[in-house]
């Protein structure tokens, strides 16, 4: 129904690079691969011109990935790699370490490892070629490594939010008198249809996981607006138990 205000993944992005591909990575079109591979391999003591660079192993890709509320530093998470230049598949690939920034510039995570595509594609350009699903967007399964954690304060809260989910009058107002009711004293209000705030009760000051705990074990009964829903193709009407008919006229044919 809602969801305590703070406690939200945070999203994360990088640039890197995939190797391993069987001729399947960018061509020479893609300049900014060849120009990432130049500059990674003067990194590791290799000097070469990015214009004598002829591979096709190689492909620039996009990393992503959602950093989880309360993560902590070694914990791992998956990554999506989703191909930037025109690379045909990026099966069989591996993801080099890449590291994944915030929008506040700080890289949170670093992501490496072998990718898992979920398509496959073969015989394109024969004719009869088969593809499924898209190979150029693959998955690194607990692939990306927390390196920074974010501060909460979790712990130290006097007063909670929590928003719902779909705003109604009627579903905020069941939930602080929900609330109130289980511990047998004025502890939420609801300031609009969309927020409900909790104030943490100083039996629970410091234990907030327990309280938070408690709350989410209460049954609320959301509203439910009266719908009709009609579907044409089957002849099917379903109604909700909130509609009612008045007095109406019928004409058929």
């Given amino acids: 129904i809602a969801s305590l205000k703070g406690v939200r993944e945070n999203q994360l992005v990088g640039y890197g690079l995939v190797v391993g591909l069987d001729g399947t990575g960018d061509g020479k ?24 660079l002829k591979v096709k192993n190689v492909a620039a890709v996009m990393v992503t990935a959602d950093l989880p509320p309360f993560a902590r530093s ?6 999506l790699v989703s191909s930037i230049g025109d690379a045909k598949n990026l099966q069989g690939g591996t993801l080099l370490l890449t590291p994944l920034k915030a929008p506040n510039g700080k890289v949170y995570a ?5 990718l898992s595509t979920g398509g496959f594609s073969f015989g394109k350009g024969t004719g009869s070629g088969v593809q499924k699903n898209f190979p150029t967007v693959g998955r690194v399964v607990g692939g990306a490594l927390i390196e920074r954690e974010l501060p909460s304060g979790f712990g130290d809260q006097e007063r909670m939010t929590f928003a719902l989910h779909t705003p109604d009058f009627t579903t905020a107002n069941r939930m602080a008198l929900a609330i109130n009711t289980a511990f047998s004293q004025s502890l939420a ?13 100083p039996l629970y000051r410091g234990r907030n996981v327990e309280f938070v705990a408690l ?12 719908r009709v829903i009609i579907n044409e193709r089957t002849g099917t009407v379903i109604m909700g138990e909130n509609v009612r008919l008045s007095t109406i006229a019928i004409a058929h044919g």
Avoid: Y
């Fill in 110 to 114: 670093v992501a490496q490892g072998p």
């Fill in 74 to 79: 070694g914990s791992r998470i998956d990554s």
């Fill in 215 to 226: 709350l989410e074990g209460l049954g609320v009964t959301p509203d439910a607006v009266s």
């Fill in 189 to 201: 209000q609801a300031p609009d249809a969309g927020t409900v705030q909790v104030q943490v009760p």
């Fill in 29 to 52: 079109s893609s300049l900014f691969t060849l120009q990432s591979l130049s500059s990674m391999l003067e990194k590791m003591g290799v000097t070469i011109d990015p214009e004598d």
